[in-house]
């Protein structure tokens, strides 16, 4: 409950912050000049490559180091949980381990580590354009607070990337492969009584099994289609600025644009709204000087607004397969046991 309750009160916090800061008047004014015509039209088709994207990575991750799963099951398990990311996003990961554990036998810590493989291969592509711009940034001095600091902190992800990949694909591969299997098996063999910490870390263990087993196909794969992504990603919010007037230049874009869109799924938001406006005055605003502050809000609620809106009616193309296979005996009876 705690966890779920943490990012409605930093949203909150945000929206009383820009309340007594901003004329939203003004906002609801430049929103209603906003041209749409071609911006919903680039929505539409960015959320269906996003979730075709989301499908064939996250969905290609649980085939590869799970269970089989055919292409409709990969599109049913990535894009129904869109419905429940409107309000609870937590709440999203934990329906889509509860499919693969009710339909297919996955078990949640093997689902869950293919899952987190899969952001970790999210990130580097992030990191790639947030590296080019920073950079390309550095070279030309176009914005002051995008310096060696920044220049830094990408060499630290990078580095520990590459590390991760070096380990994987040494010599102790298949030794801690085999540990990490050995575990599972010795997991399933323990009663509920036996010591909670060992069981804990048996499972903790398990988090690791994607990448023990992951080649280097599999990261170029999900990488590539990520980078694909993040182009969507970039495309569709410079056509949003674009829409409402606002000119960013290509360096400050490669950076604030992929930022704003991670908080998008980090718990300082609720459905989008909240911290990718605070983000987007820190970076359009405050560092790029790209407009007002209600230009700048503006901009962020229609790509926040239009987002979810896509996204809603997409998941209901396949809540229903969805829901029946992480529920077979009924949302109902299965509550009903559940508090008996």
């Known amino acids: ?30 929103l209603g000049q906003a041209q749409l015509s071609y911006f919903i039209p680039f929505m539409v ?44 996003a937590q709440l999203a990961d934990v329906f889509v381990l509860l499919y693969l554990w009710r339909k297919k036998g996955v078990h949640p810590t093997h689902a869950l580590s293919s899952t987190i493989w899969t952001m970790v291969n999210d990130y580097a592509a992030f990191a790639t354009m947030i590296t080019i711009a920073v950079i390309y940034n550095i070279k030309y001095k176009l914005i002051p607070q995008i310096n060696i600091y920044w220049l830094m902190a990408v060499i630290i992800f990078w580095l520990l990337y590459f590390l991760n990949l070096i380990f994987w694909h040494s010599s102790l591969q298949p030794r801690i492969a085999a540990r990490i299997e050995r575990s599972h098996k010795e997991k399933l ?11 804990m870390m048996g499972e903790i263990i398990q988090l690791l099994r994607t990448f023990s087993m992951a080649r280097w196909y599999h990261y170029l794969f999900v990488y590539g289609l990520r ?6 990603v970039l495309v569709s919010n410079c056509v949003a600025l674009k829409s409402l007037g606002i000119n960013i230049s290509v360096s400050l874009a490669l950076v604030a644009i992929p930022i704003i869109n991670l908080s998008y799924f980090l718990p300082i938001n609720i ?13 359009l605003y405050e560092i790029g000087h790209c407009g007002s502050k209600e230009q700048i809000v503006a901009y962020s609620l229609l790509w926040s607004t239009s987002f979810l809106i896509c996204r809603f009616f997409f998941g209901l193309v396949f809540i229903r397969g969805f829901w029946g296979n992480a529920f077979p005996e009924g949302f109902t009876r299965w509550l009903k046991r559940s508090s008996a």
Not at 227 to 232: D, E, F, K, V, W
Not at 273 to 280: L, R, V
């Open 1 to 30: 409950m705690l966890n779920q309750l943490i990012p409605w009160v930093i949203t909150i916090f945000i929206f009383i912050w820009l309340y007594s800061t901003i004329d939203f008047r003004q906002i609801f004014k430049i």
């Open 271 to 283: 459905a989008g709204f909240g911290g990718p406006q605070a983000i987007s005055i820190l970076f």
């Open 227 to 232: 980078i694909l992504a993040l182009t969507g």
């Open 45 to 88: 088709g960015f959320v269906i490559l996003l979730g075709v994207i989301d499908s064939f990575t996250f969905g290609q991750a649980y085939s590869w180091f799970c269970t089989h799963l055919t292409a409709y099951e990969r599109l049913e398990v990535r894009i129904a949980p869109y419905i429940f990311q409107v309000i609870f």
């Open 189 to 199: 063999g323990k009663r509920e009584s036996d010591n909670l910490l060992l069981r």
